[in-house]
């Protein structure tokens, strides 16, 4: 930014400053008089430009600055080098912010003179060419503090005292003049504000529009208001979503919004800007982002979330994050927060009864229940299923609609290395037709254009030699809502164009993308990928699959995002080759070599490892007796054990004591050890006469299979006994536990720490009987 230095006033010179040193700064908002005789760029450099009549404006900015303590202030015509179109365009672009963040604001009224009676002063005012123009509309609204001169220097009065003539003149709201953010009021309404302004040149009516609807833009003089027009509105169109997403804010009540759309229609692109913006934003606001793809996902996300907040309790491994995060964001003292859960297309996580968490007892809650409540805190889901984004946010729905023409062009254009390609019409129009328009799409199209340095005919032709019976195995489970018409599905078909060239080229990717197929797509663990034959061979290919866009890396936690439509794509490719079994069973086993034991220093590892175990698990293999599996599963329910998930593990250690028993036979250690697990797991249910059953069987087939003094005998008679004392069988638990006693002080000694456990037992069930 460029501001005249008023230090050796009443000369002028000119100083630089970047964005993050801008000094204290006064402001002038004017009419310009002729092109001659304004004070411009040049005159300051040389020197020059005091005769001009303009410059008695620059005088009266100086001294008015000067006597605010000010030393610094802009003026449009003097601080811009005009004949820099690139530097204009960025003047243009950053004029309303600069506006803002101006200490104050001077309104030179050239045409205004004070009179002697205060309705004449309010009539001349209302008359001022200044509420005509239209570059004054941005200078009335984004300053802080604005005050209006009159011709001979005398202040009139501000902003805030002459509001509701404002109002009566401009049409103007009297809310957005008191600094209300404008996201708040709609596009037609500001539309409305600059109706009836006019600018020296066509294209200024639609570019000094540009900071009130927070929208960027080149400035192209020349082009006339007409195609300016068309441009600002493919914007507004652009982010309308996101200005819909900006009035969260506007209520005293947690407002929630839910964006909906196709797969690959942008859905978390357009929540991503709205992110942005929200970030950009002078007052502060916590920016929350949850993976609702599965329990697992939105239960890790919590987790993350409630560490980086440092929420008291997060801690404790027993603790519900999702009631501590829910309570956190409910206080007022926690201050604004934005709160996006990404992938809600689940309706039974959200609306039918669901494990809260973490601890024991608790009654099943919908995740609905756990959303926090705060007139500072807004909500976004984004979803596929519109039925979800209703009973989510009920009326508050923003529809995602399909790229238009024009839109998908720009994409394709910016994705473009070379953007010259897309200067034929003609071909850009036949291939952006045959990609349906669809972003994810063309993103993967301009990647295998730009690697290959073809045209796009050449990309066409390749499309046409796909087919059909190959992509729409391919295709399916996509969509069946009629998007692609008759074309072939143009996920399906860019996919299986870059994937030729991948296996072609990086062996390692193309196995990495197989493996990914077999695992959740999303919150992937770069450690969790196979090794290849040197660290620089698996950079290159998570390289080679980014480029391509098949996945997004996020560097923050070093996990990769495998877009669902590529995800299901690859998952049919390899059922088509008959390959998804073997694929599977390869994630499997990887899997079982990284997944950690249960300790819980290896809590934050298999935190991030379930989901992606719990999908691999539930996929087809050679046999559901396989050792990998069963023992992967066995880790698996450990963990989630551990995690006080009680429902997922008792599934997991059925179907291992299922397995075991097929496999190994009832009586085998390994059976009796998982027989155990799920008679705990059972137990902390309170579902206690199947646990009971479980411990009884455990007990007398470890005495009579590993023997009545075998240390794992002597656990399942402890385990037995305790179950005994807390469902109320006195006599019974005190007996087994006197027995276990007496046998472990031959067997282990008195010194043995499990000796001293059951000692601590059976002194417990003495009181509890004679309590």
Known sequence: MRLLQLGHYPSFSLAEFTEDEIPPYAILSHTWGPDG??????????????????????????????????????????????????ELTESINSMFRWYQNAIKCYVFLADVSIPGGEDDRDSLLRKSRWFTRGWTLQELIAPQCVEFFSRKRERLRDRKSLEKQIHQVAGISVHALRGEPLSRFTIDERMSWAANRITKRPEDKVYSLLGIFDIHMEAIYGEGEHHASRRLLRELERYSGNHQLKMLFSKHRTAKLAITGLGGVGKTQLVIELLYRVADKPNHCSIIWISAVNMESLHQSNLDVARQL???????????????????????????WLLVFDKADTIDMWIAKAEPGLQSGQGAHPLIDYLPKSKQGAIVFTTRDRKIAVKLAQKNVVDVPEMGEDAAAQLLGKCLVNA?????????????????????????AAAYINENAISLADYLSLLAEQ??????????????????????????????????????????????????????????????????????????A??????????????????????????????NWLRKEELLAQSTERAILRLGEVFPDYEHYNRTVWRKYLAHASYA????????????????????????????????????????????????????????????????????????????????QVMEMSKRVL??????????????????????????????IDECVQLSKRVLGVKHPYFLTYSATLRACRLESKG
């Open 37 to 86: 005789d304004e004070v411009t760029y040049k005159d300051i450099i040389d020197g020059t430009g005091s005769g001009k009549a303009g410059y008695d404006k620059l005088r009266f900015c100086a001294v008015q600055a000067k006597n605010d303590g000010l030393g610094y202030c802009w003026i449009d015509t003097c601080c811009i080098d005009k004949t820099n179109a690139a």
């Open 310 to 336: 440092g929420i008291p309790g997060c801690k404790d491994d027993k603790a519900d994050v999702k009631r501590l995060v829910q309570a956190h964001l409910s206080k007022e003292s926690t201050g604004q």
């Open 420 to 444: 010259d390609l897309a200067k034929s019409w003609q071909e850009t129009s036949a291939l952006l037709l045959q990609l349906t328009y669809l972003p994810l799409a063309i993103i993967q």
């Open 467 to 540: 087919e059909e019976e190959v992509i729409d195995l391919l295709s399916e489970e996509f969509e069946a809502d009629g998007r692609y018409r008759d074309i072939k599905n143009p996920v399906a078909t860019t996919w299986l164009i870059s994937f030729d060239q991948i296996q072609q080229r990086d062996r390692l990717a193309a196995n990495y993308l197989s493996f990914m197929a077999c695992i959740e797509p999303k919150d992937i663990p770069q450690s969790l990928l196979p090794p290849g034959a040197s660290r620089k061979k698996e950079v290159d």
């Open 542 to 571: 998570i390289g080679t699959l980014t480029a391509y866009s098949f996945v997004i890396k996020r560097p923050v936690d070093k996990c990769l995002d495998l877009h669902r439509l590529v995800h299901l794509a690859t998952r």
């Open 617 to 696: 698990l539930e996929g087809d293999i050679a046999g559901e007796d396989n050792k990998a599996r069963t023992s992967l599963l066995w880790k698996m329910g450990m963990c989630l054990y551990q995690e006080g998930r009680w429902n997922e593990a008792e599934r997991a250690f059925v179907q291992v004591m299922e397995t075991c028993k097929k496999v190994l036979g009832q009586e085998h250690p390994d059976t009796l050890a998982n027989m155990a697990n799920l008679a705990s797991t059972y137990r902390n249910k309170g579902r206690w006469d199947e646990a009971e059953e479980l411990e009884v």
């Open 707 to 736: 023997g009545p003094e075998h240390p794992d005998t002597l656990s399942s008679m402890n385990n037995l006994s305790s179950m005994w004392k807390a469902i109320g069988k006195q006599p019974e638990a005190l007996k087994l």
